[in-house]
């Protein structure tokens, strides 16, 4: 799957914080540009991205120090303008369909929440859903 360079850097702290009505306003003024909104395989690839950056943790969306499960990484990604809620739930779509080869039948972030989950399984199911929803088209 060929990325378009540095597509998968995570939002930056300020794409972070700003409301969405506010980069909307600074693009009409051509001070900011939003992102474009990816497919499901490049979201799973960001999320990924994401959690490598900002580090992975259980049972939070965003905690404290600003760790995320694969939940709040997505949820930042979305807010950022980085996935449209339809891109997103199509991601969703691919990871659980990724769990389910492993034979795993409950939601993604519950999945993310077991006390024997390591980051290295993780990182392995979002790429298997990465490439799933690439081998679709998406």
């Avoid at 979201?43 to 959690?51: E, F, R, S």
Wanted: with cysteine; net charge positive.
């Amino acid at each position: 799957m060929q990325v378009p360079p540095n597509l998968l850097d995570p939002p930056s702290w300020g794409q972070r914080i700003l409301p969405a009505a506010v980069r909307d306003s600074l693009e009409a003024l051509g001070l900011y540009q939003n992102p474009i909104p990816q497919p499901p395989s490049i979201h799973l690839a960001q999320t990924l991205a994401a959690l490598e950056k900002y580090g992975w943790c259980k049972a939070l969306d965003i905690s404290p120090t600003g760790r995320m499960c694969i939940r709040g990484a997505q949820a930042m990604l979305q807010r950022a303008g980085h996935v449209t809620p339809q891109g997103r739930a199509r991601a969703v779509h691919y990871l659980q369909l990724s769990l389910r080869e492993i034979g795993v039948d409950q939601p993604f972030f519950h999945w993310n929440d077991f006390p024997e989950r390591t980051f290295p399984q993780v990182r392995q199911r979002i790429n298997r859903a990465a490439h799933l929803a690439h081998t679709n088209g998406e």
